[in-house]
């Protein structure tokens, strides 16, 4: 009776000591798992949203849960600038923004922002996957950023609820809302509108009390933002291409292991080419749709497009005298190749 219970003691006490040492690994590995927070204002169902859900699932894969993504889109964890903040303080890793919010820190950024330079986007990412976007890396790195890439926001389109916009004397007087961009605003300005710089989470309220006219954006993020609801007129102006940065605090990520930042670099290079092509394909359908809802969309002729390109031609000048001619100089080469 005593031996079996001291082979019982026993074999208790080795699942014990099993039991324990597994838990004592857990813990380690716990130890050495490393969980970031990465903050965006795009809606859920926006484009770049859904590819963040995949950069999320391929880098916990790669890293076999080593590195852990808490994505927080919506304005969940606040505003743009606010984001853009907090990347740059490190209390959240990195942000998917429009690089017009981190064009203030980076003046250079406005240099890809100038307007009526790119007819399509195929020319606008051969532009921004080249020369030019390696020196506005090195720029961002400057101020302690790390470019993980560049996803499409895509072309932007002005609406309002005041009248159609079928000649260049229509943009004027509009209250249009515009991202916090330099070279956005004196565009705007050269057409005769009134531009307004506004946090997007402010828009739709500032439309609907009638504060805005208009605003401006890709037709996705028009829809998504159900801007619709609130404006009456919609164009095809195309006046800028716009970017999605993925900005990372840079000493965070220089702090990973080599394998987590070849991990990290693999796993956004893949959601952002699958970004650019949902991108693409929602671009004429989020317009369809939105005309569908009950807007009223007139076509900027190309007669129009020419007066408003001639127009603001004066801002590529304004925006020499203040970066400089070198990186102007660099995106208008690489545009026309």
Same mark, same amino acid.
């Given at each position: 009776?005593?031996?079996?219970?001291?082979?019982?003691?026993?074999?208790?006490?080795?699942?014990?000591?099993?039991?324990?040492?597994?838990?004592?690994?857990?813990?380690?590995?716990?130890?050495?798992?490393?969980?970031?927070?990465?903050?965006?204002?795009?809606?859920?169902?926006?484009?770049?949203?859904?590819?963040?859900?995949?950069?999320?699932?391929?880098?916990?894969?790669?890293?076999?849960?080593?590195?852990?993504?808490? $994505?927080?889109?919506?304005?969940?964890?606040?505003?743009?600038?606010?984001?853009?903040?907090?990347?740059?303080?490190?209390?959240?890793?990195?942000?998917?923004?429009?690089?017009?919010?981190?064009?203030?820190?980076?003046?250079?950024?406005?240099?890809?922002? $100038?307007?009526?330079?790119?007819?399509?986007?195929?020319?606008?990412?051969?532009?921004?996957?080249?020369?030019?976007?390696?020196?506005?890396?090195?720029?961002?790195?400057?101020?302690?950023?790390?470019?993980?890439?560049?996803?499409?926001?895509?072309?932007?389109?002005?609406?309002?609820?005041?009248?159609?916009?079928?000649?260049?004397?229509?943009?004027?007087?509009?209250?249009?809302?515009?991202?916090?961009?330099?070279?956005?605003?004196?565009?705007?300005?050269?057409?005769?509108?009134?531009?307004?710089?506004?946090?997007?989470?402010?828009?739709?309220?500032?439309?609907?009390?009638?504060? $805005?006219?208009?605003?401006?954006?890709?037709?996705?993020?028009?829809?998504?933002?159900?801007?619709?609801?609130?404006?009456?007129?919609?164009?095809?102006?195309?006046?800028?291409?716009?970017?999605?940065?993925?900005?990372?605090?840079?000493?965070?990520?220089?702090?990973?292991?080599?394998?987590?930042?070849?991990?990290?670099?693999?796993?956004?290079?893949?959601?952002?080419?699958? &970004?650019?092509?949902?991108?693409?394909?929602?671009?004429?359908?989020?317009?369809?749709?939105?005309?569908?809802?009950?807007? &009223?969309?007139?076509?900027?002729?190309?007669?129009?497009?020419?007066?408003?390109?001639?127009?603001?031609?004066?801002?590529?000048?304004?925006?020499?005298?203040?970066?400089?001619?070198?990186?102007?100089?660099?995106?208008?080469?690489?545009?026309?190749?």
């Amino acid at each position: 009776m005593k031996k079996g219970v001291t082979k019982m003691r026993k074999y208790l006490y080795g699942l014990g000591a099993t039991v324990a040492a597994v838990a004592m690994l857990g813990m380690v590995t716990a130890a050495h798992a490393e969980k970031v927070r990465i903050a965006g204002n795009f809606p859920g169902d926006h484009s770049s949203s859904q590819a963040m859900k995949i950069f999320k699932e391929e880098v916990e894969k790669a890293t076999k849960g080593e590195l852990t993504v808490d $994505l927080f889109p919506d304005m969940q964890l606040g505003g743009a600038q606010e984001n853009i903040d907090q990347v740059r303080s490190g209390t959240v890793f990195a942000t998917w923004i429009s690089i017009a919010f981190l064009s203030r820190t980076v003046p250079e950024l406005e240099a890809v922002s $100038l307007p009526f330079v790119f007819a399509n986007r195929d020319q606008a990412f051969r532009v921004m996957d080249g020369k030019v976007g390696e020196l506005l890396d090195k720029k961002l790195a400057d101020k302690g950023y790390t470019s993980l890439g560049y996803m499409e926001l895509g072309s932007r389109n002005v609406t309002n609820s005041v009248r159609p916009l079928k000649t260049l004397e229509d943009f004027k007087n509009l209250k249009v809302r515009l991202q916090p961009n330099e070279t956005h605003i004196a565009t705007f300005r050269a057409i005769g509108a009134n531009p307004v710089s506004m946090d997007i989470k402010e828009v739709y309220s500032a439309l609907q009390q009638g504060v $805005l006219d208009g605003q401006e954006n890709p037709y996705s993020i028009i829809e998504t933002r159900r801007f619709d609801e609130v404006q009456k007129y919609l164009s095809d102006s195309g006046h800028f291409f716009d970017f999605i940065i993925i900005a990372a605090n840079k000493r965070k990520f220089e702090g990973f292991k080599p394998e987590v930042k070849d991990a990290v670099r693999a796993a956004m290079a893949k959601a952002i080419s699958w &970004q650019r092509k949902k991108a693409a394909d929602e671009d004429i359908a989020a317009r369809d749709t939105l005309i569908k809802r009950g807007m &009223q969309f007139d076509a900027i002729s190309p007669e129009v497009r020419a007066q408003l390109t001639k127009a603001t031609s004066d801002v590529v000048g304004g925006l020499r005298k203040k970066i400089g001619s070198d990186m102007i100089d660099a995106v208008m080469a690489e545009a026309q190749k």
